[in-house]
């Protein structure tokens, strides 16, 4: 089970931290607890800073200004000795081409100037976890995506982290292969290592964050549980309408308690009470729409996604 | 961009040894071209034109030659290793950022690469020695003492090219460097004549270049001639050497960690 307690000292702390590449201000003075255990999201659309944020964590970035500890030690000053606990599963795979399965292991130990023949169980214990096990002597030009996203996990867990770092873990996988890395992770943070992870996959973030913080344009929005943020900031339900918003204010115009969104041709109801909208819409014959309870996407749309709402 | 004096430690062990495992998987193919190489230089040239030549500078062309190539043959392995293999590492590969998130920094790297680089150069002379021996065109055994000096000239030759790589947008801006200086260096600084044949004003120029003081080091050793002024020689190559790896930890720093 999860070791940490309240008493333990953030596993990273970022004190009015800001990166700026020329005129161009990529993280904007933010502030950062993150707790050590668990799992913690930074979300945030393309270009919201969480790569860069990340990377200054990592000491593959170094800030402009503000004050940054990781496992308690100041960054980028004590970055050899933080990496040694922390292992990364980059957003692209980076894993070294001319070796196979298992020497991409063996190699990345030396690294951390591991004993090969100290680990090699571990290893093997590895290859079992990410499902790799039958593909130990096989060239990585030949894995399929998702393998080569398994092997990046079990590579960056060869040195046992405190801290694991993923950067966008299941982008572009398929639906089984997500599914196999979810419940790896889930694993790992009941083992008591602390997640870090960036996203723009909400249903990735509600799934495995008990803590995260959206971030847009370089700034923290918001911070909270998925569940917390998605009853502070919108109603229970949603109700997808395809229709225009003045069809849809006629039809409703009995029912209170609505807000609405037009996103493109589609009108977004946001309510606490969705049966009454329900009974309204089931007299309408031909008119498509979708009832679903609201989510950490309904959150970040209207914290981050503003150009795209047209809100009545 | 971060001018820090840079560190040299232990680690950069690991980033050799990697390369030294991929060269392992290769091995076949690396032995055939160090050795088929200059069997074939040696005897055609050297066998070819020896025969019109006769003596060069006191010595048999025979002789003449592959004490030579022997220094331009660490130059051109090193260089080529520091060029396009580092920058496969860095750029394509991305095998420079997986490190990155190991306890390895770029001081750790470029040491590492510029040890492999040397070592390259070194395996390359050697061959070239080997076969020398055998086709009985080096036949005295001080030649053997150039071993530690192939592997100066190797870091001598690796450091430059590794900042070239850290500048280059991409493989095709190499050619400024080998044709600009890699190119001419092989063909003025007396692997194939000696240097005071050509005109007295180019002299000067050809003397600033490290081929220059390579091969000052490695032809009298291989051909069994008396060396000269050793340590200015030795100077010049190491200052090339740690000049080269300052400027490409400084520069590999800038393109990595930003």
Known sequence: MNSSSVSDPPIVLAKNLSKRFGDFLAVDDINLSVPTGGCFGLLGPNGAGKTTTLRMFLGQSHQSSGSLHVLGQVMPEQTRSVRRKIGVVPQLDNLDVD???IENLKVYASFFALNFRDIESYIDELLVMVELEDKRNTRISELSGGMKRRLSIARALVNKPKLLVLDEPTTGLDPQVRHLIW????????????LLLTTHYMEEAERLCDDLVIMDKGKILKRGHPKQLISEYVESDVIEIHCSMEMANSLLKQVSDIRYELVDETVYCFTNE???????????????????????EDVFLSLTGRELHEAQ | ?????????????AVWSRNFRVWRKLILPSTLFNFGEPFIYLLGLGLGLGSFIGEMDGVPYLTFLPSGLLASSVMNTATYEGLFSVYTRMVPQQTYEGMLATPLEVDD????????????????SSAILVVGFLIGALQDWQAIFCL????LIGLCFAGP????????????????????????????CGVFYPVRTLPDFIEPFIQVLPLSHAIALVRPLASGQPLHNVLLHVCVLAAFAGIGFYLAVVLVRRRLIN
């Open chain 2, 1 to 13: 961009m971060d001018w820090c004096l840079p560190k040299v430690r232990m680690s950069m062990f």
């Open chain 1, 99 to 101: 070796f196979t399965v």
């Open chain 1, 183 to 194: 419940s790896r992770l889930r694993e790992l943070k009941n083992s008591g290592t602390t």
């Open chain 2, 148 to 151: 530690p000096f192939f592997f």
């Open chain 2, 161 to 188: 090219a590794i900042v070239v790589s850290s500048l280059a947008p991409s493989y095709d801006y190499f050619n400024y460097y080998v044709t600009l200086l890699l190119t001419p260096m092989f063909i003025f």
């Open chain 2, 109 to 124: 790297i470029v040491a590492g690469e510029m040890l492999w680089c040397a070592t390259k150069g070194l395996m390359s």
């Open chain 1, 274 to 296: 969705p049966l009454k909208i329900i009974k309204e819409l089931e007299t309408q014959a031909g008119l498509t729409w979708l009832h679903r309870p609201a989510n950490l």
